[in-house]
């Protein structure tokens, strides 16, 4: 009788714990969830892609893909698709087209960047630039000069 204990106790453990996942006990800022116009999902780290991108085109991929390698650039560059100019939660600069918040625990990716062609053109423009042996500050310019409709 007490092995039939030992047997069912694991069974019971993994039952339980299936029906924990299934039902929504894990965490739920990992998944993908509308916030405004966009979808946002928290993952650990720029490394580890959403899985809101399973939707999108291979160059949309890579450009999500890319986003930790030009960070600092993208934090310095202005994004001219009109998102920094809106009422409820503007975007500071073109990495928040990518990713809407980032901290200790990880990060929040956001899809304004995959339903927007300003966005990824000004990032494969850096990527571009980048491998050219452009500075920052010449990517600053050349974004300005390319995308500001008021240069």
Not at 79 to 84: D, L, N, S, T, V
Request: glycine share 8%.
């Amino acid at each position: 009788m007490n092995a039939k204990w030992l047997l069912a106790l694991p069974a019971a453990l993994l039952a339980g714990g299936i029906l924990l996942v299934a039902c929504g006990g894990g965490d739920k800022n990992s998944e993908p969830h509308r916030h405004g116009n966009e979808t946002w999902e928290a993952e650990a780290s720029l490394a580890d892609m959403p899985s809101f991108l399973e939707k999108y085109s291979g160059r949309t991929k890579h450009l999500y893909s890319v986003v930790g390698k030009y960070e600092d650039i993208m934090k310095l560059v202005n994004c001219y698709c009109g998102c920094m100019e809106y009422e409820d939660d503007p975007h500071a600069s073109l990495f928040r087209c990518y990713v809407a918040s980032q901290n200790e625990d990880g990060i929040t990716w956001t899809d304004h960047s995959g339903t927007c062609g300003i966005c990824s053109e000004e990032l494969a423009k850096i990527e571009e630039w980048s491998k050219q042996g452009k500075s920052p500050d010449e990517i600053h310019q050349l974004i300005e000069d390319n995308f500001n409709p008021n240069a």
